[in-house]
């Protein structure tokens, strides 16, 4: 199997964590991860900018083949999740734009597929990313949780092409 560069995205309005990985088949090799930060006192477009531009950046730079955001989950307020939805939007947005193919995971499947568990803490997911890539040093839970969503997505898309293959379509 060719390598696949997968962009793992966890998108936060304040913070929107970044990870990139490598995909060999079963292997797993870390590239980078970081966190695009905002600043809290920009209004929410400003906002918004900053982390489309420090998303397209991270798309030029790392050149990924595809890419994984994580699924908003719906908060008691109304308003909280409305905002993180837009961040959302723009995590979606710019690997689109770049031509990527763009996957969705859940937090609870992104969580059983690293750790093992759905209701997984964030002390466990790190862990098993230190297990998972050993090179990997993620700064914050942020940038830690964008390299488990790029690790799920490389375990589910094996998934997809071994069932093409077992069907006879690829």
Known sequence: ??????????????????????????????????????????????????????????????????????????????????????????ALLVPAQAGLRVAEYAPNLVKKTVVGAGHAEKQQIRLMIGVLLPKADPKSDDAADALAIAVTHAHHRLSAVARAQALGKV
């Open 1 to 90: 199997m060719n390598p696949v560069r997968i962009l793992g995205i966890d998108p936060g309005l304040r913070r929107t964590g970044w990870g990139v990985l490598t995909c060999a088949g079963n292997r797993l090799s870390f590239i980078a991860c970081g966190t695009v930060l905002t600043d809290d006192k920009a209004s929410l477009a400003e906002r918004l900018v900053m982390i489309h531009g420090g998303l397209a950046k991270i798309v030029a730079e790392f050149q990924p083949d595809e890419a994984a955001v994580e699924q908003t989950f719906v908060n008691r307020d109304g308003q909280s999740t409305l905002k993180l939805g837009q961040a959302r939007g723009i």
